[in-house]
């Protein structure tokens, strides 16, 4: 059923190896897509939101099952429980179904011509004079077999090996990966069922957030992202359920998930000499609201393309691969860097201030930082409290 | 002197493979594998684990 060589090797079945898998099919290429996991999207490792901006790259074509609700805005509220509304306009976003979603892209990428195989874990890099040059690869569990390739794309998420086998360096530090805690419950009292709610505040989420994100009736995914914590990302959501029985007092829990979220610590490379690294595995998530799936799949079609490129002309050393550096820091990276810069800032604010900033933001103005835009008015408002002026600063 | 996962609570996320430091440790789908050979018991996975799942003692 499989070859033994491959134009190119995606190593993960996740959003970032299947788009790079359907786009390099696409271009003519013999792909293979090795997944580890028997199922392909399950357990997610998610809260399952994708803003409209994120679907028109993420979701063309997207079948309705993939969708669990439609959401029109968002509820931030601040330690003070004042809140902030976002309006999210006519177009709103959706909170989906992972499981049904990332399936949905496997099968897409396969019938663009890639060849997929569920529970193939990749065990290591294979490497001759420099180069990889494929992979070692056990299929249900039996004895490793080795699969060549021209091109080797690791897309295995934040667990990622493949990179560091192969010698690239991606390990992240501890202040740029979230503690994700996450359940899907069902039987909550919403106060909103189309809008997620978030809640910051030291003392609930140290420098990050909870979030409730409504997948339809009395069901939603309610999770936690913090880091540098005193305690488990766990310990703090089962608090936060606890205090909160208006909410939570009658409901269930349906699924648990875990997950670590890279929220920084953007790779200046991200190739070698034929290999090249996309989505979580490369750290390629926006820092501020932890989202990754419209960057992984962006990270998979610039791949492709030059992958592609690369492939037609005979050259895939890291030279000629590091077209993809320059792409990805030109039309992504630049952007996330800036939100990376505004994760800096927020995560130093005390409870007082993100009160003061729920008071004088607009929802609009929001929804505007986290892209990356707009940070001159944040500092502005910062500015006004003289003890934050040399913090606003970076934001400039 | 010791690494030690509670399997029972782990969920397999890999959050703490992301940032070990020496590459000790790999998520295989039959769960955390840490090399000791490799493992300073730093512990940094420790202080990332979504569950509390890992406990290092120096
Ligand atoms: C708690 C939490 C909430 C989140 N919420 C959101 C959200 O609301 N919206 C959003 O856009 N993003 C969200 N994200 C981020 C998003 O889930 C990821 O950015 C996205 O899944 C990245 O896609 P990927 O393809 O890079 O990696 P993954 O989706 O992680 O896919 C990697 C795949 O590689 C496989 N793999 C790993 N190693 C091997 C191997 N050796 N051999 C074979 N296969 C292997 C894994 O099993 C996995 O299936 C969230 C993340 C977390 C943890
Ligand atoms: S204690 Fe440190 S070196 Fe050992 S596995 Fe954990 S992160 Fe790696
Ligand atoms: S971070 Fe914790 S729950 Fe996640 S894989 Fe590691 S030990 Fe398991």
């Not at chain 1, 979030?211 to 540098?228: L, R, Y």
């Not at chain 1, 933001?361 to 500092?379: C, I």
Request: proline letters at 3%.
């Amino acid at each position: 059923m499989i070859k033994d060589s491959y134009d190119v090797i995606v190593v993960g079945g996740g959003p970032g190896g299947s788009s790079a898998a359907k786009n390099l099919a696409k271009l003519g290429h013999s792909v293979l897509m090795l997944e580890k996991r028997q199922e392909i999207g399950s357990p997610k490792r998610c809260a399952e939101g994708l803003s409209m901006a994120s679907v028109d790259v993420v979701g063309k074509g997207m079948p309705k099952r993939c969708i669990a609700k439609g959401i029109n805005g968002a509820i931030v509220y601040a330690p003070d429980g004042n809140s902030v509304t976002v309006d999210y306009g006519k177009r709103g976003g959706y909170v989906i179904e992972r499981k049904v979603f990332d399936k949905w892209l496997a099968y897409e990428a396969s019938r663009a011509g890639a060849k997929v195989m569920a529970m193939t874990e990749v065990t290591d890099i294979l490497k001759d004079g420099g180069y990889v040059t494929g992979v070692k690869a056990s299929i249900c569990g039996e004895e490793e077999i080795e699969i060549k390739a021209k091109v080797v794309v690791a897309a295995d998420g934040v667990e990622s090996t493949v990179s560091r086998k192969a010698g690239l360096e991606t390990v992240n530090k501890l202040v740029n990966v979230d503690s994700g805690f996450q359940y899907e419950m069902s039987n909550l009292n919403l106060e909103d069922d189309e809008k997620i709610i978030i809640y910051v505040g030291n003392e609930i989420a140290p420098r990050g957030y909870i979030w409730i994100f409504p997948k339809g009736h009395d069901v939603a995914n309610v999770g936690i992202g913090i880091s540098m914590a005193e305690k488990s990302a766990k310990f703090y959501l089962d608090n936060f359920i606890a205090d909160n029985p208006e909410i939570f007092g009658s409901a269930s829990i349906i699924e648990v998930n875990s997950g670590g979220i890279p929220v920084g610590g953007f790779l200046e490379n991200m190739v070698l000499d034929g290999f090249l690294v996309v989505g979580d595995a490369a750290h390629q998530v926006n820092p501020i609201h932890g989202g990754g799936l419209k960057e992984a799949t962006i990270a998979g079609e610039i791949a492709s393309k030059v992958i592609s490129g690369c492939l037609k002309k005979g050259d895939v050393s890291k030279e000629a691969l590091s077209d993809y550096n320059q792409i990805w820091w030109e039309e992504r990276g630049k952007k996330l860097k800036k939100v990376e810069k505004l994760r800096h800032v927020m995560e130093k604010l005390s409870d007082g201030n993100l009160n003061m900033l729920a008071k004088a933001l607009s929802g609009d103005a929001l929804v505007e930082m986290t892209r990356g835009n707009k940070l001159v008015t944040l500092a502005k408002i910062l500015m006004k409290n003289p003890r934050l002026i040399t913090l606003a600063r970076h934001l400039l | 002197m010791a690494w030690e996962i509670t399997k029972e609570r782990c969920l397999r996320c890999g959050a703490c493979v992301s940032v070990c430091p020496v590459l000790a440790l790999e998520l295989r789908e039959s769960g955390i594998l840490n090399d000791s050979g490799k493992c300073t018991l730093c512990p940094i996975c420790e202080r990332v684990c979504p569950v509390g799942a890992i406990r290092v003692e120096k």
